[in-house]
C-alpha cells in the first residue's frame, strides 16, 4: 500500500491512499461512503496498527471505490491536485546514518566506517513533495543526498540482524540537504544537517510486502534535470537490517520514528574543489528510489 499525507487547506495533515484513480481522501471519504468506524484515519495509526490496519485500511478504500462517480468525486484527488505534507509527519526520532555507502566514502576521501555512523536531525526539516525548500543565509555551501528512509512499525529494543525487519513498516523518498560549510564548522554535523526543510519526504509511504528487499533497489537524482547521483543500495556499507538492529542496541525505536540510511556517491562534496557548484536559487532536485516514486522539490532564496 501507498500511503499519502495529503496537506489540507486548514495546515492539517490528511491520510491519503495511491489508488489507480487517483489519490483517495480517507477523512473526506468517510463523510460520504459509511463503514468507516475501524477504519484508521492517519498515518500514523496506520503504521502502529500494522498488517491488520492496512487490512482494515484496504477493505474500506475497496468499497469507496466502488461508490458512485459523483460520490467519488468528493474525496478522489489526482495528483497534480495534491499538497503534499511529509509521509510520515510526526516522527518521534529522526536518525540518520553517515557514510554508509562504499563509494561516497571513498569521494569524500572518508574511511570506511566499522560502525554506523549516527546523527539526528529534527522536525523543522520536514517538508513535502513539491515544496520549495529555503537556501539559508548562513550557508554558501548547500547540497543534496537521495536516500532511502527506514520507517519502523513496531516499538524495538536489543532486536537481532534476523528479526530487525519485522520491525519496519514501510519505505519512503528523503533529500537529506546538507549546508557542507554549517555541517564540517566543527566535528558535530548535526548544524549541517538540520535547517528548515532539509529533510523532504516522500511523496508515498510504501509498506514493507510492496517494497521487497530494500537492498536492493535503485536510486537516483538529478539537479535540473542532470542525473547527479544514480547507484543501488546494494552498495550499502551497513544493511537496512544491520542499521536497525544496531540502534536497537542503543534506544528504543517507535513507530514512526524514519532512519535516514545514507547517499550513494555523486554530491557535490565529493567533487574536486575546482568543479563544486553549490545548490542555488531556482535549482529543482528530483530523488527517485525504485518502487517508491519520485521527490521534487526546488531552493529558493530564504526571504
Not at 18 to 38: C, D, F, H, P, R
Request: glycine share 8%; hydrophobic share 35%; aromatic share 6%.
Amino acid at each position: 500500500m501507498k500511503l499519502v499525507t495529503i496537506l489540507a487547506e486548514s495546515g492539517q495533515h490528511q491520510l491519503g491512499v495511491k489508488t489507480e484513480e487517483g489519490i483517495l481522501n480517507i477523512q473526506a471519504a468517510i463523510e460520504v461512503v459509511a463503514g468507516a468506524s475501524s477504519v484508521p484515519q492517519s498515518t500514523h495509526a496506520v503504521i502502529e496498527g500494522g498488517a491488520s490496519a492496512i487490512q482494515q485500511l484496504q477493505a474500506y478504500v475497496d468499497q469507496a471505490l466502488a461508490a458512485s462517480a459523483a460520490d467519488k468525486a468528493t474525496f478522489i484527488q489526482q495528483e497534480s491536485e495534491i499538497a503534499y505534507g511529509p509521509s510520515v509527519p510526526n516522527p518521534r526520532k529522526i536518525i540518520c546514518v553517515g557514510l554508509n555507502y562504499r563509494r561516497h566514502a571513498e569521494e569524500t576521501n572518508a574511511k570506511i566506517p566499522t560502525t554506523p555512523i549516527l546523527f539526528s536531525k529534527f522536525d523543522n526539516t520536514l517538508t513535502g513533495h513539491n515544496h520549495d525548500v529555503p537556501l539559508p543565509k548562513t550557508s554558501s555551501k548547500v547540497d543534496y543526498e537521495v536516500e532511502l528512509c527506514i520507517v519502523i512499525g513496531k516499538n524495538a529494543k536489543y532486536v537481532s540482524k534476523e528479526e530487525a525487519l519485522d520491525h519496519v513498516f514501510g519505505y519512503t523518498v528523503v533529500n537529506d540537504i546538507s549546508a557542507r560549510d554549517l555541517q564540517l564548522r566543527t566535528q558535530q554535523w548535526l548544524l549541517g544537517k538540520t535547517c528548515d526543510g532539509f529533510s523532504p519526504l516522500g511523496p508515498y509511504l510504501v509498506s514493507a510486502d510492496e517494497v521487497g528487499d530494500p537492498n536492493n533497489l535503485n536510486l537516483k537524482l538529478t539537479v535540473n534535470g542532470e542525473v547527479r547521483q544514480n547507484s543501488n543500495t546494494s552498495d550499502m556499507i551497513f544493511y537496512c537490517d544491520e542499521i536497525v538492529s544496531y540502534i536497537s542496541q542503543h534506544m528504543t525505536l517507535y513507530p514512526g520514528d524514519i532512519i535516514l540510511t545514507g547517499t550513494p556517491e555523486g554530491v557535490i562534496l565529493g567533487y574536486p574543489e575546482e568543479k563544486q557548484v553549490w545548490l542555488k536559487h531556482g535549482d529543482v532536485m528530483t530523488v527517485e528510489i525504485e518502487k517508491l516514486g519520485s521527490l521534487t522539490n526546488r531552493m529558493v532564496d530564504e526571504a
